[in-house]
Nanobody, 126 residues
């Protein structure tokens, strides 16, 4: 069964940090661009970040503004999202996705990835 197992979410104060992990099961990350999306109540789902395979080119949503870093470790079949300087508006459900292609593409945030993880909740609140 192809699936992702996300972890690392939780409750954090504004200005704090979290590191999300996304481990693939049933398939290898090789040859796939991997991304993170988030879903917040009352808001449209938004692309957070994407990382290509090979050269590991990275792309971020405009709202990230240098605060997050996406990385991958194909040997561990895992992708990470380091989130710093978190804001209350970052609250949401963060989902890991896998694309059919190895590159993200300029429209990665609007492209249907194909495989979605179950997600992990991130709450930023004092």
């Amino acid at each position: 069964q192809l699936q992702f197992v996300e972890s690392g979410g939780g409750l954090v104060q504004p200005g704090g940090s979290l590191r999300l992990s996304c481990e693939a099961s049933g398939f290898t990350l090789d040859g796939h661009a991997i991304g993170w999306f988030r879903q917040a109540p009352g808001k449209e789902r938004a692309g957070v970040a994407c990382i290509s395979d090979g050269r590991s080119d990275t792309y971020y949503g405009d709202f990230v503004q240098g605060r997050f870093t996406i990385s991958r470790d194909n040997a561990r079949n895992t992708v990470y999202l380091q989130m710093n300087s978190l804001k209350p508006e970052d609250t949401g459900y963060y989902l890991c996705v896998a694309y059919h292609l190895e590159t993200c593409g300029r429209m990665w945030y609007a492209t249907d990835p194909g495989l979605w993880g179950q997600g992990t909740q991130v709450t930023v609140s004092s």
